[in-house]
């Protein structure tokens, strides 16, 4: 069974730029989860798609969107990137929404210059 | 008072001992826990659940203490390959209470 697959793996950006990450989840998840990694630090809590609807999300700003398509794929947008974006953007993906255990792609690493 | 809390460490740990360390949550109406393994620049991925009446898998033990508010991850006969940052995760009881991930405690064994 394939896992949680993401793209690009790495991606390079100028500051001021947009960036557009995605995620395809396992067959049979419903719920796909977006986290910020930053170098030496935890999980961030970007966003969470469940059904096609932005379930919850995390304290970042609106330059922060995303969406999840019919197919439960997703993608994250960042608006306006700043240097303080760089980081390693997960995508998880669980069978059903909120306390279900996920499982994470490997991760698209962003640098902004 | 932080949601999950957990030792950052590191534990430096020789080959082959028995490693401990706990998670304290304050959510007394948690249901789910989990223990995560992430390993430098990669993924997390899931170690294990962790039940009421605890879990066992090879080497791994979780145990909850809803008295408490803790889990713990217990590591016998520990790995080179065991390196690594845990992660522990809990969640509530709504179904729209998503999980609240822990800091991370690192683990070094040393040959």
């Known amino acids: 069974e394939a896992g949680v697959t993401q793209s690009p793996t790495h991606l390079i950006k100028t500051r001021g730029q947009q960036a557009t990450l995605r995620c395809s989840p396992i067959s049979g998840h419903t719920s796909v989860y977006w986290y910020q990694q930053a170098l030496g630090l935890g999980l961030q809590f970007l966003l969470w798609?469940?059904?096609?609807?932005?379930?919850n999300r995390g304290n970042f700003p609106p330059r922060f969107s995303g969406r999840q398509f019919p197919n439960y794929s997703s993608e994250l947008n960042v608006n306006a990137l700043e240097l303080e974006d760089s980081a390693l953007y997960l995508c998880?993906?669980?069978?059903?929404?909120?306390?279900?255990?996920?499982?994470f792609g490997p991760g698209t690493r962003l640098t902004v210059t | 008072r932080k949601e999950v809390e957990q030792d950052p460490g590191p534990f430096n740990v020789p080959e082959g001992a028995t490693v401990a360390f706990n998670c304290t949550y304050s959510?007394?109406?948690?249901?789910?826990f989990f223990w995560y393994r992430q390993d430098c620049r990669k993924e997390p991925k899931l170690l294990m659940s962790?039940?009421?009446?605890?879990n066992e898998d090879g080497r791994f033990t979780a145990q909850l203490n809803r008295a408490s508010q803790y889990i713990s991850l217990l590591i016998r006969d520990s790995k080179l390959s065991d390196s690594a940052t845990y992660l522990c995760v809990v969640a509530g009881s709504d179904s729209n209470y998503q999980l609240i991930w822990g800091a991370g405690t690192k683990l070094i064994i040393k040959p």
């Open positions: 998880a993906s669980s069978y059903s929404g909120g306390a279900s255990e996920q499982y």
């Open positions: 959510n007394s109406a948690s249901q789910s």
């Open positions: 962790v039940y009421s009446s605890g």
């Open positions: 798609y469940d059904e096609g609807e932005e379930r």
